[in-house]
């Protein structure tokens, strides 16, 4: 069986980066998605997303937005962007192929995949730190009456109008919920906190804030949460009047310790200080009928939205090879890689100030060219 250059797991926008980069530094390469078709992920969120992160900064490698694109482009443009790009670079993306094992062989890697088993000397690991929603197991949950979505299903935000909806989490993903439920005529929303968030506005008047974030990102970590706590508190002033709990670390050195991404607020903030939203301690347990807080009060939500985090699922594929934290995180990514383990690749596994888009490229070409001057490649 022969040995490939290059294997590249995942065809999302990490793993398209990486083969565009690969390919250009003339190391062949071949992309393995266990979908049938690109984007699938994006497909399966709600109709309302927009990024968060401008599009001058989320378009992957060499191939811009539209000119006509909003600031903040909606899922479907994002869609059609990364189709875009595999057909621009004409990516040999095999659909359908799952990958079940990583296996060290020494000169080689053995990837065991749902199609049979390939061997190749480098190996691109681009599944996504977003993989598998999270949701804690709260005492008693399974008693609970009423729904208990991750917020990744959260569907379509008129479907809340009229119900009583409890956010469990202040992260990006329960800032996305909230910013579309407080346009919505819900009967109640809450927001259970247990540390508030790192938070900035998607714009300050006409300037859209994430195209700051190359500047933010060169800054030492104590500048940049410095400069993220400042904003914050200029823009939103202190949200701790409203219940919020203060933040437990800042918010760039967050993103390094413990993989939380930065959220944005477009109307969440202005109804949390109107009352619309109200801010709860974390959870004790549920009932049949309601939510009993840390504080031991009770409210009844007919829906409670878990904004609890992903999980990567790496375990089943290198959980053996001793390269995950605590959380499933690979140790290392990019252009780092583990000396014992030549030939192995992870990237789009942590959260960056950029961006994931921009990171994406980042990571791709410090990937590219650490594969291209290896001994490895230089072999084949």
Not at 12 to 30: H, W
Not at 51 to 68: C, E, F, I, K, V
Not at 266 to 293: C, H, N
Request: glycine share 12%; with cysteine; proline share 6%.
């Amino acid at each position: 069986m022969a040995v490939e250059p290059a294997i590249v797991i995942g065809a999302g926008a990490a793993g398209l980066a990486a083969a565009q980069a690969l390919i250009r530094a003339g190391v062949a390469t071949t992309v393995l998605e266990k979908e049938s078709r690109l984007a699938e992920p994006w497909r399966r969120r709600h109709q309302q997303l927009h990024l968060n992160t401008h599009r001058d900064l989320s378009a992957l490698p060499g191939l811009a937005y539209p000119r006509n694109t909003p600031a903040f482009p909606h899922r479907d443009v994002v869609i059609r962007h990364m189709n875009d790009f595999h057909a621009a670079n004409r990516l040999p993306v095999e659909f359908g192929v799952s990958v079940e094992a990583i296996v060290f062989r020494g000169d080689h890697w053995v990837v065991r995949t749902s199609a049979g088993t390939r061997l190749a000397h480098h190996v691109v690991v681009a599944t996504g730190r977003d993989r598998e929603p999270f949701t804690p197991q709260w005492k008693g949950m399974r008693t609970f009456a009423g729904r208990i979505v991750h917020s990744a299903d959260f569907g379509d935000a008129q479907a809340y109008a009229g119900k009583k909806v409890l956010v469990v989490g202040a992260g990006n993903s329960g800032f996305d919920a909230l910013n579309h439920l407080a346009g919505i005529d819900t009967s109640a929303v809450w927001l259970s906190a247990r540390s508030g968030p790192a938070l900035l506005p998607k714009r300050i008047g006409k300037i859209a804030v994430h195209r700051l974030s190359p500047l933010m990102a060169r800054l030492p970590l104590r500048v940049a949460d410095a400069a993220i706590a400042a904003t914050q508190r200029l823009v939103f002033g202190d949200l701790t009047k409203f219940g919020m709990p203060p933040a437990g670390a800042g918010g760039a050195s967050r993103l390094i310790s413990d993989y939380t991404a930065i959220a944005a607020d477009d109307g969440a903030v202005d109804a949390v200080k109107s009352g619309r939203i109200v801010v709860v301690p974390g959870i004790r347990e549920f009932t049949r009928d309601g939510v009993i807080l840390a504080n031991g009060s009770l409210i009844a939500p007919d829906i409670v939205i878990a904004a609890t985090g992903y999980r990567t699922g790496l375990e089943h594929m290198v959980g053996a090879l001793g390269v995950l934290d605590e959380k499933g995180v690979p140790l290392f990514n990019g252009g780092e890689a583990d000396p014992k383990l030549p030939g192995l690749w992870f990237t789009g596994m942590r959260p960056s100030i950029r961006g994931c888009f921009a990171n994406a490229g980042i990571l791709a070409r410090a990937i590219a060219r650490r594969v291209a001057g290896s001994p490895r490649t230089s072999g084949t």
